[in-house]
């Protein structure tokens, strides 16, 4: 299985993007979202080195919830 990650566009060169997210960074292409205005500071869904999503902070902030669930129960069940 396959997640977008949301991300913070942190600058902008041609069509490729250096995001953030959680303090870890990757350059993702902007091809896909063409013809639709990306700009430093937006929320972005990244998949497989593409942007392919523009989001809310609001949206970014409750996939990174479910994303820290996730991690926690996966960590929780390490032992078992």
């Known amino acids: ?3 977008g990650i949301p991300m ?11 995001c953030e997210a ?3 960074e990757r350059e993702a ?5 063409q013809h639709e205005e990306v700009s430093v500071g937006d929320y972005v869904v990244v ?4 942007v392919i999503n523009k989001v ?9 919830e479910v ?3 996730m991690l ?3 960590a929780g069940g390490a032992g078992r």
């Open 56 to 64: 809310t902070a609001e949206e970014a902030a409750a996939a990174w």
């Open 22 to 24: 959680k303090g870890v």
């Open 47 to 50: 998949h497989l080195g593409h």
């Open 8 to 18: 913070q566009v942190k600058s902008i060169d041609g069509f490729t993007a250096r």
């Open 29 to 33: 292409s902007l091809f896909m979202l």
């Open 72 to 74: 926690a129960a996966e």
């Open 67 to 69: 994303y820290d669930e």
């Open 1 to 3: 299985m396959c997640f």
